[in-house]
């Protein structure tokens, strides 16, 4: 998953400045396989907790870990939510990186006992990977994954991304990532080179695309135009971009279309 958005990048930065989000041994044993959790400091939640702020909130049970890509690279993530659960939501982010997912996360954790893993790609936040790595499309995604299921107990693992995390999550579907659903919220209609719309026909049923009209016309018409050649819903929003549209951004409070794309992780309100 790679930094280079092309043209987006620009327009997504200016972006996420305004938005809520996060600005973000040598003689170790023989790296883990792919997915398995790599130990960190001890104050590794808390240094979490100091850099992303209000981002999430002083009461999420949360813990910063990270973990080998499938291909490579050390990724680093977290988990909101319950440590075990059958329910796990993989989520990818804006270019400000994941604490910006905190307060969904927080919030479908109280109310609908949700996990969530928060996923920083390579060259977000602390995460770390050679090109080939990077290149891989399903490095981050399938290593995340199978964390979920192996280590946490899920039966059902949905990937969900925003903004550049969610070009990113239909670029992993179509690679073939091993989730039960998908969802793109705002995500550009093409990331680093690859354009979205020759993917439709790769995707999977279970998914959700999600674009406000603030975004641009062209942007609205491609995410529409993805959402029905890939058969399934759109959800239409006059304003707000990304993680906006899912929290509140003054108050904090989950939005209606945050609490469809809960239910949709849950599988409790379908699509």
Partial sequence: MRRDGGRWAAVALLTVLVLAGCSTGDDAPPAPSPGAAVDDPADATAALRERCVS??????????????GATGGDIEAARIGPESNDRVAVLLPQIGGMCGWGRW???AAEDAGLTSLLVNPCGYG??????AEDADPLNEVAAAVELARTDYGAERVVLLGTSMGGSLT???????????AWADVSGPS????????PLASDLSPEGLVVMARSDGAQLFRAARALARDAGVPFVERRSGHGWELLVDPVDGS???????????????GGV
């Fill in 190 to 197: 093409t990331w680093d080179g690859v354009d979205l719309a």
């Fill in 55 to 68: 981002a999430i909130p002083e009461d999420a049970e949360l813990e910063a870990f990270g973990f080998t």
């Fill in 105 to 107: 996360a927080t919030a």
């Fill in 254 to 268: 989950m939005t209606g279309t945050g609490r469809r794309l809960m239910d949709f992780a849950t599988g409790a």
């Fill in 170 to 180: 239909v670029i992993a579907v179509a690679a073939g990532a091993d989730v039960d």
């Fill in 126 to 131: 602390e995460s770390t990977c050679a090109d």
